[in-house]
């Protein structure tokens, strides 16, 4: 787990316990994410969901984001995302949340005095396979939507052969993209 581009590149991060149910994204998948957001980190404001060992968010502020907010609910990996920032030194640009993000992000975002520019969300494969799409639209994509600056992005990594609703409160799909066992859909307000 190493930072690939930017002033923290090279810098090697903490992977997650073993027990955690994170797994972090393959050097090329996410490689190719960051060229295509490319500019999209200038000076963003950056939401990492389901962050772990805070890979995502990290390589965002290593590239160019002012801000990131990383959430998490395993306090293990917790644990190691804070070390993680303090390693790279970016402690005054982060904020941590804790907690199940499917019944706190709802009650969060609107205390952010910040649009988010760019949302990762990155549920283990387990749980997005599970998921209550009717729920998860309420719980966390409607709460973005809202929060969502007017050219923001979403970053949805799910496992292959995950079907999609054709409504995800409001969000046009803009790029698909397979890694492997991987599917990175980009989602934008349609308004």
């Known amino acids: 787990?190493?930072?690939?581009?930017?002033?923290y590149r090279g810098r090697v991060l903490l992977p997650p316990p073993k027990q955690a149910q994170t797994r972090p994204i393959t050097g090329r998948a996410?490689?190719?994410?960051?060229?295509?957001?490319?500019e999209r980190m200038d000076d963003a404001v950056v939401l990492d969901l389901y962050s772990g060992t805070g890979?995502?968010?990290?390589?965002?502020?290593?590239?160019?984001?002012a801000w990131c907010i990383f959430a998490e609910k395993d306090r293990k990996v917790v644990a190691r995302l804070r070390r993680n920032i303090e390693a790279v030194g970016?402690?005054?640009?982060?904020?941590v949340w804790c907690g199940d993000i499917r019944s706190t992000l709802r009650?969060?975002?609107?205390g952010l005095d910040r649009r988010i520019d760019v949302a990762f969300v990155d549920p283990p494969y387990a749980d997005a396979r599970r998921w209550d799409?009717?729920?998860?639209?309420?719980?966390?994509?409607a709460p973005l939507v809202d929060k969502l600056a007017g050219d923001g992005t979403i970053v949805l990594r799910t496992p292959k052969g995950l079907e999609l609703p054709t409504d995800l409160a409001g969000l046009t799909v803009m790029r698909t993209k397979k890694y492997g066992g991987m599917i990175v859909t980009l989602l934008g307000s349609s308004c």
């Open 1 to 7: 787990m190493r930072i690939l581009s930017g002033k």
């Open 30 to 38: 996410k490689k190719s994410l960051f060229d295509t957001l490319g």
């Open 55 to 65: 890979t995502m968010g990290i390589e965002a502020l290593s590239r160019g984001a």
């Open 90 to 95: 970016a402690g005054s640009v982060t904020d």
């Open 107 to 110: 009650g969060r975002l609107p």
């Open 133 to 141: 799409w009717t729920r998860a639209q309420a719980n966390i994509f």
